[in-house]
């Protein structure tokens, strides 16, 4: 379990922890909630090395109980997660009486639920119970992405800490350390916050292909690779054959971004640029002016809404190519 991403994105969160313990104010219930991505596991092991840590400067992240935590393997941290699909009322029972066992030492106790939202109704009322019976240095922290759908009684009974969504660039910057390749990592980024997500989507494969199209469709555009019109039937046909709209939004926002990456380029302003190694193919060609290239983005925009109305797709491209290219 690494912190770099905790530390560097949920500063105020951390903050919390530790004037909460200064100034003993620390619950026993917390209730982790954010968006997919948001390092909430990160954030219960990082409060768990809190309490467990004995040098004075907590947590050190050196002694050996914090480096336990960080192993995943203190006996004083009990991790509960959904088994296929839900946590049940069985995996509650186990936990109470693991965490009630009389521990050989005096040390604090911190149990850890994944998806709380996926429990029971029977495991979420043995769970209340239980949680009414943690007292001194026994904490529960229950983690969820959607508060909503989480029991109000256990709502009710806890301390809701809310995460803040990944900036991009740390997305970027993830995705980059997992071997994703850099352009592809920054416009990902840009599309969710999640590096989860980012590494489902490659995954699942068409994201990939839809960024090339995104690439090639762009250069016959700025008018460096043939007839734009040609090149989407040529290396488009997959996209032609996909009914699922999400697909061509999706493609859509892709031909947004690059054309703001391009009304970037003309303004000089270099530093946020997504398709880092396409612009540089695309400016030698680039000779429209800032007005141009920003009515191009409005009209794709408006091409991206007509696809929420039910539209041919062959169309709608043919269109829309022509449109952009005029
Ligand atoms: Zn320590």
């Given at each position: 379990?690494?912190?770099?991403?905790?530390?560097?994105?949920?500063?105020k969160?951390?903050?919390?922890?530790?004037?909460?313990?200064?100034?003993?104010?620390?619950?026993?219930?917390?209730l982790f909630e954010?968006?997919?991505?948001?390092?909430?596991?990160?954030?219960?092991?990082?409060?768990?090395?809190?309490?467990?840590?004995?040098?004075?400067?907590?947590?050190?992240?050196?002694?050996?109980?914090?480096?336990?935590?960080?192993?995943?393997?203190?006996?004083?941290?009990?991790?509960?997660?959904?088994?296929?699909?839900?946590?049940?009322?069985q995996q509650?029972?186990?936990?109470?009486?693991?965490?009630?066992?009389?521990?050989?030492?005096e040390?604090?106790?911190?149990?850890?639920?994944?998806?709380i939202?996926?429990?029971?109704?029977?495991?979420?009322?043995?769970?209340?119970?239980?949680?009414?019976?943690?007292?001194?240095?026994?904490?529960?922290?229950m983690?969820?992405?959607?508060?909503?759908?989480?029991?109000?009684?256990?709502?009710?009974?806890?301390?809701?800490?809310?995460?803040?969504?990944?900036?991009?660039?740390?997305?970027?910057?993830?995705?980059?350390?997992?071997?994703?390749?850099?352009?592809?990592?920054?416009?990902?980024?840009?599309?969710?916050?999640?590096?989860?997500?980012?590494?489902?989507?490659?995954?699942?494969?068409?994201?990939?292909d839809?960024?090339?199209?995104?690439?090639?469709?762009?250069?016959?555009?700025a008018?460096?690779?043939?007839a734009?019109?040609?090149?989407?039937?040529?290396?488009?046909?997959?996209?032609?054959?996909?009914?699922?709209?999400?697909?061509?939004?999706?493609?859509?926002?892709?031909?947004?971004?690059?054309?703001?990456?391009?009304?970037?380029?003309?303004?000089?302003?270099?530093?946020?640029i997504?398709?880092?190694?396409?612009?540089?193919?695309?400016?030698?060609?680039?000779?429209?002016?800032?007005?141009t290239?920003?009515?191009?983005?409005?009209?794709?925009?408006?091409?991206?809404?007509?696809?929420?109305?039910?539209?041919?797709?062959?169309?709608f491209?043919?269109?829309?190519?022509?449109?952009?290219?005029?």
């Amino acid at each position: 379990m690494k912190f770099d991403t905790l530390l560097k994105t949920q500063r105020k969160i951390i903050k919390l922890f530790h004037n909460s313990l200064r100034k003993k104010r620390l619950v026993h219930i917390y209730l982790f909630e954010g968006a997919k991505g948001t390092p909430k596991l990160e954030a219960a092991y990082y409060f768990a090395a809190m309490m467990l840590c004995r040098e004075t400067e907590k947590p050190c992240l050196r002694c050996r109980d914090c480096l336990r935590v960080q192993k995943e393997i203190h006996p004083s941290v009990f991790l509960v997660r959904p088994e296929t699909g839900t946590i049940r009322k069985q995996q509650i029972e186990t936990l109470e009486r693991e965490f009630s066992l009389t521990a050989l030492s005096e040390d604090a106790r911190i149990f850890i639920i994944e998806d709380i939202e996926k429990a029971t109704l029977t495991a979420a009322n043995s769970l209340l119970k239980f949680t009414e019976e943690l007292d001194g240095d026994k904490f529960g922290i229950m983690l969820t992405e959607n508060v909503n759908q989480v029991l109000p009684t256990i709502r009710s009974r806890a301390q809701i800490v809310s995460f803040e969504k990944l900036p991009p660039e740390v997305v970027a910057e993830e995705l980059i350390s997992k071997g994703v390749e850099e352009e592809t990592s920054r416009v990902l980024s840009k599309l969710t916050n999640s590096v989860e997500e980012c590494m489902e989507l490659i995954g699942e494969g068409k994201i990939l292909d839809l960024i090339e199209l995104a690439r090639k469709v762009g250069l016959s555009l700025a008018g460096g690779n043939g007839a734009p019109l040609l090149t989407f039937y040529e290396e488009g046909k997959f996209l032609l054959e996909d009914s699922d709209r999400r697909s061509h939004r999706l493609f859509l926002d892709l031909l947004i971004m690059l054309a703001n990456d391009e009304l970037a380029y003309i303004l000089g302003d270099e530093e946020g640029i997504l398709f880092i190694n396409t612009i540089p193919k695309i400016a030698p060609y680039l000779q429209v002016d800032y007005e141009t290239k920003l009515r191009e983005v409005e009209k794709l925009l408006n091409y991206k809404n007509r696809l929420n109305y039910n539209v041919n797709l062959e169309l709608f491209y043919a269109d829309l190519l022509i449109e952009i290219a005029r």
